[in-house]
């Protein structure tokens, strides 16, 4: 199926969860924020929510530094 993630269209497996995306992606799910279709998913959502055709993903990760 086709979805856009940060702007970029991706081609991903069907019956894909936002979890499954974000470790595909080799992205760790604690440290990730989700914003699917403008909505932002809370963290708890990730294993149940299920993409479709045309989701538009954003993914934020949070980077520490000094």
């Known amino acids: 199926m086709q979805i856009t993630i940060n ?3 991706k081609k991903v ?3 894909l969860t936002v979890e499954q995306l974000i470790l595909e992606l080799d992205v760790s799910p604690e440290h990730v924020v989700v914003e ?3 909505d932002i998913l809370a963290a708890h ?3 149940t929510t299920q ?3 045309g989701d538009c993903l954003e ?3 949070f980077v520490g530094g000094g």
Request: hydrophobic letters at 30%; aromatic letters at 6%; proline letters at 6%.
């Open 45 to 47: 959502q990730f294993k």
């Open 13 to 15: 497996p069907d019956e």
């Open 7 to 9: 702007g970029e269209e």
């Open 59 to 61: 993914l934020v990760q």
């Open 36 to 38: 699917l279709n403008h």
């Open 51 to 53: 993409l479709t055709t």
